[in-house]
Every structure is written in structure tokens, then in C-alpha cells.
Nanobody, 126 residues
Framework: QAHLVETGGGLVQAGGSLRLSCAASGINLDYYVVSWFRQAPGKEREGVSCASAAADTIFYADSVKGRFTISRDNAKNMVYLQMTSLKSEDTAVYYC???????????????????WGQGTQVTVSS
């Protein structure tokens, strides 16, 4: 049975950094697009970043460009989200998702993913 597990969330001051990790088991991430999404209280879930299986195609939401970096270590079956210059508006539960989806335009934002993690809370204090 496949699982995605996010870790690395926590409480950080504005301007600080965190690195989220997404560990996969039961699936080989070599064959999956992996994305990070987040959902703040009272708000809809939004896409944060996406990396193709080979990490040769990467997308970022405008709100995190220049501050967040997605990376993959397929040998370890891991995906990471390095977050810097954090702002209070980055506070949310962060989820990783894996899917065999086409990366054309904004499909990564709307396509159905095969697997989701349980989420990790990121709280940025101002």
C-alpha cells in the first residue's frame, strides 16, 4: 500500500526558513509528478510547487517564487520543499501529492493526484 508522509513543519518566525520532506513508500517516485499544496484555515487548497519525475520541469505559485525551492531525491524516494523568507501568509497545512499526470500549463494545479500525504502544519509568526 502506498503512503506519502510529510515532515518538517513547525512554528517559525517571519523571515525564517523550514524544509519540508515528503517520504514515499509503496510507490516508486521515479514515475510520478510530485507537488506540494497547502491549505490555510477558511481558504481553499492551493498549489505551491510541482516537479516532474526527473525534476526537469518545475512550477511555482507566484506567491512563493524566489522563496521556495522544490527538489527531489528519487534514489531515496523523497521530495523536499525548502522554504525561506517565510511570511505569515504562508501559514497553512502543507501536503505532498504524487500522480502520473501530464505537465501542460496549469494541469498540476487541477489534475487528480493518485496519492496524498496527511499534511504537516507550518505556522509563521509575525
Amino acid at each position: 500500500q502506498a503512503h506519502l508522509v510529510e515532515t518538517g513543519g513547525g512554528l517559525v518566525q517571519a523571515g525564517g526558513s523550514l524544509r519540508l520532506s515528503c517520504a514515499a513508500s509503496g510507490i516508486n517516485l521515479d514515475y510520478y509528478v510530485v507537488s506540494w499544496f497547502r491549505q490555510a484555515p477558511g481558504k481553499e487548497r492551493e498549489g505551491v510547487s510541482c516537479a516532474s519525475a526527473a525534476a526537469d520541469t518545475i512550477f511555482y505559485a507566484d506567491s512563493v517564487k524566489g522563496r521556495f525551492t522544490i527538489s527531489r531525491d528519487n534514489a531515496k524516494n523523497m521530495v523536499y520543499l525548502q522554504m525561506t523568507s517565510l511570511k505569515s501568509e504562508d501559514t497553512a497545512v502543507y501536503y505532498c501529492a504524487a500522480g502520473q499526470i501530464p505537465l501542460v500549463g496549469k494541469t498540476w494545479l487541477y489534475h487528480e493526484y493518485d496519492y496524498w500525504g496527511q499534511g504537516t502544519q507550518v505556522t509563521v509568526s509575525s
